[in-house]
């Protein structure tokens, strides 16, 4: 079963730029579309500490227009908290 898999080839730096920018104009366009139809959306990054979300969420929101958006965090977490992932709280 395993021995028939092929590990994907990783897309070059050019073409993982292009995907970027891409990306990144339709993410625009989806923000004013949301805007204009003033539709209320909730996006939430979960993961463990260090796990790099506030790196991803920078990159995500460089290019938005921060009238926008708001970025809130949420209240620290207790002691029996911190065993489980965010969002199984």
Known sequence: MLKDWVKAKKPSDEEMTARLQKSRAQLANMQMA??????PVL??????????????????????????FKVISTLPATEQEKRYPMMKR
């Not at 949301?34 to 539709?39: C, G, H, Q, V």
């Open 34 to 39: 949301i805007k204009e139809k003033k539709l």
């Open 43 to 68: 996006v939430t990054f979960d993961g463990w500490g260090a796990a790099g979300k506030g790196s991803v969420l920078g990159k995500v929101i460089k290019n938005l227009d921060p009238r926008f």
